[in-house]
């Protein structure tokens, strides 16, 4: 049983503590966070014992009617692993609190990759956090995530010689109040590459990748267009077929009748998916196209939700508790992930191209 | 004198009669419309004479207090050229009209290029429109008015192996109540390639080009987030300076301070451009990157009033009236086409870079 404590309950942080919930072999002993807000109700109500992040601060939790376990070093102490979902650049300070308890920690995708051991996806790299010594990995990115898992496929079925993207960024969370843009499509960043294009290389040291990234006014996933230019050309059914035996690349079917985001997540909430996620890249079945040596799509992702899987494999990869086969196999039958089956009426469970034979 | 008719007085037809009226080599015979809204009032307001559309229609305009200067057929007969405005699909069924009263006309890149016997934008292919046996040429629509400018001068510089557009489309214009989409991304078609690709070679037939389509929340402009394939690899000075050449490209300046559209706009709003417009491509200057043998860049595009230059020279070409370096420079001129002249601060005028020599 690998006792995990999540340091960070927002966006990310209350999804890894439901879906460690959901791990037979896991243990969820607490979560942390710093003020007694909405979440933090929530997090107690669901009976998940709530530690102060900043010790200075426990006053305004019982100010607030809201009971403690303790404080984020009690948390800290008591884990094998922490995963650290507080917001970027927070976690590079913890590290050090980590140390003092010599507990291994999950960082998020937006902590530099120096800050870390290795950086980790679960279908490209699972082996790179399972060395002893690898005591500190990142999750990457949603997006770094969502191309991962698309370029690990491709590059092994038909090599990629170059990938270009434009990543069209959903301008904040539906519950970013604060955020922007409204009514406008900015260059963000302005030069190029963005820095999606450097992070897909901590995975794949020697893709040849450029990305170009684009702000707009919408909340629900962000939408890349794809292009790669491939050594083999395959045919577009190739490709269909390729992508389809992956269980975190969701093919979305012609006959769905879904044309965008929105009516991605009402389809993922009629399908009574917790808080309406997305876990896998969502591929327009239909912008699948083979132009001379270059490959198109489209793929819709999820931000909020798309590194849930990739945090409950890393926590298995670093306390080297299962390998690649078995963490993914066991994350996903737990969870749920694989929209695939539900329109082809075979539920499919483990993907990973490599892994397809029976042992 | 060129004697011009506009059918079709909503978004792009108002601003064409607008620019006709400012070019003295030009007269403005009339407007026509089918209906007494308020854009009909502000044209006999301006003093132009109102044409009914739809003759069965013209009683509306006499309930509502606007005077008629005549029927459609009126106007027709006394034009050289007849720019047609009308939405996509209705200029094919005007062409009729045209033809009866011998009239040449000019459509807009809503009609399917079968139905002229040219497709024309002004810095790439002036010349095809000039023969006599043109009656009847289409300027093209606003986002392959765009990738046109662009591809004329790097082709001729540089040769372009590949180009791959990707277009993240307004949803609707600002004064589109009925259009969406409101917070979402949708491949827009979802298929590749989308129509731009074949349009552009319209005008460029051997050019190699890949476009895909995205529409998001937004009224202001389109955005072009371009890749170009070089058969020649310039440095990001060589290409800078080739663009800065052209009067309809606008490098916006690195120190302007323009991040998006809707600043952009602010901007033309800010100079006293009439309606806030843009004839000019907006290309972020510090977006253009050459990586490997791939440039990139962003571009956007005001679909409201990029093509109305190129309405202008239309007209002169179709009349053979003017040579395409004439005509530019004084469709330039007349309108004051040009930005990058403010902050540069020389006023440069005429541009397509195979014209830039005395004479």
Redesign the interface.
Same mark, same amino acid.
């Given at each position: 049983m690998i006792k995990v404590g999540v340091n960070g309950y927002g966006t990310i942080g209350k999804r890894v503590a439901d879906a460690v919930r959901a791990q037979p072999d896991m243990k969820l002993v607490g979560v942390a966070k710093t003020r007694p807000n909405y979440e933090a109700e929530a997090a107690v109500r669901k009976g998940y014992p709530l530690y102060a992040a900043i010790p200075e601060k426990s006053d305004a939790f019982r100010q607030a009617g809201i009971d403690l376990a303790g404080e984020i070093d009690d948390l800290v102490m008591q884990s094998d692993v922490v995963v650290d979902c507080t917001p970027s650049g927070i976690g590079e300070q913890n590290r050090e609190l980590y140390e003092r308890y010599d507990t291994r920690a999950l960082f998020q995708g937006g902590e530099d990759a120096d800050v870390v051991d290795a950086s980790f996806n679960a279908r490209a790299n699972y082996d790179s956090a399972r060395d002893d010594d690898v005591r500190f990995a990142r999750v990457v990115s949603c997006n770094t995530t969502g191309l991962s898992r698309l370029m690990a496929p491709l590059d092994e079925a038909f090599g990629v010689e170059?990938a !270009?993207i434009?990543l069209?960024r !959903?301008g904040g969370d539906p519950a970013d109040a604060s955020r922007g843009?409204i009514? #406008?499509?900015?260059?963000d960043p302005?030069?190029?590459?963005s820095h999606h294009g450097p992070d897909v290389n901590t995975i794949f040291p020697d893709l040849n990748i #450029?990305t170009?990234g684009?702000?707009?006014?919408?909340?629900?996933?962000? *939408?890349h267009?794809v292009?790669v230019t491939l050594s083999e050309t395959p045919t577009v059914e190739d490709v269909r077929d390729l992508l389809h035996e992956e269980s975190r690349l969701f093919l979305v079917p012609d006959v769905a009748g879904i #044309? +965008?985001? +929105?009516q991605l997540k009402e389809f993922a909430m009629d399908t009574g998916r917790p808080r309406g996620d997305l876990w896998e890249n969502c591929i327009?079945g @239909?912008?699948i196209?083979v @132009? +001379?040596d270059?490959l198109? *799509?489209?793929q819709?992702i999820h931000q909020e939700s798309d590194v849930i899987p990739e945090n409950v494999d890393a926590i298995r990869a670093i306390t080297d508790a299962a390998d690649q086969r078995e963490s993914m196999r066991a994350t996903d039958e737990n969870l749920g992930v694989g929209l695939e089956s539900v329109f082809g009426g075979v539920r499919k469970r483990i993907t990973p191209r490599d892994l397809n034979a029976d042992d």
């Open positions: 170059k !270009r434009t069209i !959903r843009p009514n #406008d499509i900015l260059p302005v030069t190029v590459p #450029d170009v684009v702000k707009v006014p919408a909340t629900l996933m962000h *939408l267009s292009n #044309d +965008g985001t +929105g327009w @239909e912008s196209s @132009e +001379g270059d198109y *799509l489209f819709s």
